[in-house]
């Protein structure tokens, strides 16, 4: 069974300045996607960024960019210059590549502050 | 990209009672997923809901509490049954587009039962 561990329940930041979050999983597959997900106080899950585990090129969008380390089977976001908006639980979720029909795993997740 | 619309977004409900959860989307998906976020919790995977089969529940949930309907490719309902203050959670609904494309989600329905 695949499992997400998110080691660190919270984190915090100043504004402009860079965090990164970690994440690491377990599986025994070779081909899968992974990503971050938002979650603001209002609930919404809102997708930050995925990756391919075939692809060696990391994902950036924007100031959110990942370093995947498959050997490691770690994967981690690199949020640049903080903003106040960025407050959130981060949420890091593991997905077989079979599909439509596959679920998400999801870690623990992380709140991070950002401070003004 | 799906674009997901649930309700209720909140319920204050009794103990005894059920709630149920409906989740539209603006395209036809083959999979529909229900989880349940307890306070400060992750999600947790429910239920799957394919059309026209009946859901596949994870360890854990059963039918009885938590029936499911998938009438359609564009359409779910999820009934939260019997309700006890232990099933104050927020619920989530969340839906696939064609081929690989990642998972979006409702915005969630928050139930809380006195």
Redesign the interface.
């Given at each position: 069974a695949q499992t997400v561990t998110q080691s660190q329940p919270e984190m915090s930041v100043q504004e402009a300045e860079t965090v990164t979050l970690s994440c690491t999983y377990d599986t025994s597959e070779s081909d899968y996607?992974l990503?971050w997900?938002k979650q603001p106080p209002?609930?919404?899950?809102i997708?930050v960024i995925?990756q391919e585990a075939y692809k060696q090129q990391n994902a950036t969008e924007n100031r959110f960019s990942v370093n995947f380390q498959k050997a490691a089977k770690s994967f981690s976001l690199k949020i640049s210059d903080s903003q106040l908006g960025d407050a959130a639980m981060y949420?890091c979720a593991y997905?077989p590549?079979t599909?439509?029909?596959s679920?998400?795993?999801?870690?623990?997740?992380i709140t991070l502050s950002v401070r003004p | 990209s799906a674009v997901i619309s649930q309700k209720p977004s909140r319920d204050i409900c009794q103990r005894g009672t059920s709630l149920t959860i409906q989740c539209q989307v603006d395209s036809q998906?083959?999979?529909m997923?229900w989880y349940r976020?307890q306070p400060g919790?992750?999600?947790t995977?429910i239920a799957?809901a394919n059309q026209g089969s009946e859901a596949t529940y994870e360890s854990g949930f059963v039918i009885d509490k938590f029936p499911i309907s998938r009438p359609n490719l564009t359409f779910s309902t999820l009934t939260v049954s019997n309700l006890s203050p232990e099933d104050s959670s927020?619920y989530?609904c969340?839906a696939?587009?064609?081929?690989?494309?990642?998972?979006?989600?409702g915005?969630?329905t928050?139930l809380t039962v006195t």
């Open positions: 996607y990503f997900y209002s609930r919404q899950m997708l995925r949420f997905r590549y599909g439509a029909n679920k998400l795993t999801f870690g623990k997740g | 998906v083959t999979m997923f976020q919790q992750s999600l995977l799957t927020i989530l969340s696939a587009g064609q081929g690989h494309s990642p998972l979006h989600f915005n969630g928050r």
